[in-house]
């Protein structure tokens, strides 16, 4: 049984999606038993940091067995609230947002995408992923009867801080920003999921300059 | 002085990106000077967090004055190697590669796009944030040439291997992974910034059913 995930910290729940998608692929090749050994070799871990994580969620692993890949996968999908169909809403059909609409495995990080908004009368009513999409000017009315549990933020940062004052007041909980502009701090009720995809640049070229610093040296 | 920046924790490099963003948000609203308790504020941080992260940079921070802006501005620029006019070259011109190419600010991230590419006939040839869409098979002469420092893969999973052994082959060193297939583990000789979207949302999915166990509890 697991233990209440109330109790995992915040930093093993950031590794739990990896560990999710690594039993996928084992249970996809048709592997029922996995180690702490082996697995901390396909993730480039130590077997103690593995055994360390999966015990949070209580005895899986048995000595001399090991773990059981799809009881495992099946805890991890529960823990993560996967099962729970969570429903999203994509504010903003500009290159960012068709893109994400189109490539993010939504059932997979446990959401239905249920709508997409945007304000440009160009693209409201068009269709993307199978969406037809409304106009921002709507959106009180669609979040009073279909009770979103995430917007995605894919607008500028200067159209952020209206909308989300207008989704908390419609009771929208959570967002994931890809704006600049972090309202997390505004808004200690909600849930912020900040993704800065310009941070991501930033650490590699640290890495590159770092590495080019110590050949010289 | 700074002190030499391979003594940074890679904790604190993580920190870097959101500190230089605030630091420019200061300088934009013409903000000289600031204080460890200041910037807490603005990013939800302690001040005593954000002493120790930024003495790793050396003395900045003057007792009674606390920190200049733009001259600690110009440090993390420096320290993360903005300055070094690195090349970075996009590997996939489909919906996500395209919305990156228009969406992501490379300058501010410390890269010029340089080109950009595809197999796919129908893509090759057409203009995507003004470079021309080259030929995938063409990909061992352009490095050979222009050197890039980075590539950016926005490919299909099955597609990564034989493109990255290419591309490490051609002298490419660093790697910004958007597929799903990890290869960090097979080549430990390359810098590689994996990027997993459906990631935030297993994070957002849950902190939402964590909410909702909490609320019933």
Redo the contacts between chains.
Sequence with gaps: MAK???YVSFAV??R???Y??FLGELLEKGVNRTSSKDLAQ???LTASQIRQDLNCFGGFGQQGYGYNVAVLHAEIHK????D?N?R?ILIGA???G???A?????E????HLTAIFDKNPQVIGSSISGLMVRDIATIADYCSVCLP??AILCIPKDDVKSIVDQLIACGV??F?NFS?YDF??DHPEV?V?N????????????????????QKS
Tied chains: 1, 2.
């Design positions: 209440n995930h109330q729940i950031r739990l999606p990896r999710y998608r396909m993730m480039g823990i993560l609230g996967l729970q969570f999203a500009g290159n960012l068709r893109a994400f189109n490539h993010i495995d939504f997979m990080g446990g959401f549990n995430v909980g959570a994931w600049h997390s701090l849930i999921e993704t800065q995809l310009v941070d991501g640049l930033m650490a590699l070229c640290y890495q590159i300059n770092d590495q080019k610093e110590k």
